[in-house]
């Protein structure tokens, strides 16, 4: 076994796949150290992820959203996501993923033990109101000269009303990366 995956996959309480970008399947997906499944869809992996780490099919939704998502550029990438739980508690969990090959990634998903204060959104990668206020207020005070840009979607809510949730979010993630 590579090196790589090995450091990924001997972290405690790590969650790791290795995913084929091209044929859009996940390899094999290891709990710690221990191989739990080969040769999964997506949609299977956010599932035996969801069942394993019992954790609500909406953090299901968003592993799945990410891998459909997910635009390669063949370099590593690291973010946090915040993760729901059945019972109701959150928690904030590192995603970590490593290139292995051209379109071959191996990526790991921990819980944050440091529990970092969130700046951003989880969705869209934005910064949160208050650090945007702060942003400004520093700048506007060292005479910065700025421009600032709001984009609003007319009638958002009716999307996620009449299409719900999951396709407001690809709407929103649509609009923020392009």
Not at 66 to 89: A, I, P, V
Not at 151 to 170: E, R
């Amino acid at each position: 076994m590579d090196q790589i995956i090995k450091d990924l996959i001997s972290n405690d309480e790590s969650f790791t796949a290795i995913i084929d970008f091209n044929d859009k399947k996940i390899i094999e997906l290891y709990d710690n150290d221990i191989l739990i499944s080969k040769n999964l869809s997506y949609e299977d992996y956010a599932k035996k992820v969801c069942e394993t780490k019992n954790f609500t099919e909406e953090t299901g939704g968003k592993l799945f959203r990410f891998l459909t998502n997910f635009k390669y550029n063949n370099e590593d990438f690291t973010f946090q996501m915040t993760c729901q739980f059945n019972n109701g508690t959150k928690s904030v969990y590192v995603v970590n993923g490593v290139l292995l090959d051209i379109n071959k990634y191996a990526f790991s998903i921990k819980k944050n033990k440091k529990n970092i204060k969130r700046n951003y959104d989880d969705l869209t990668k934005l910064f949160n109101y208050k650090v945007i206020k702060n942003l400004f207020i520093n700048d506007i005070n060292s005479g910065k000269k700025m421009v600032f840009m709001l984009i609003n979607i007319d009638n958002f809510k009716k999307i996620n009303d009449i299409f719900g949730f999951m396709f407001g979010d690809m709407v929103n993630r649509i609009r923020c990366f392009y």
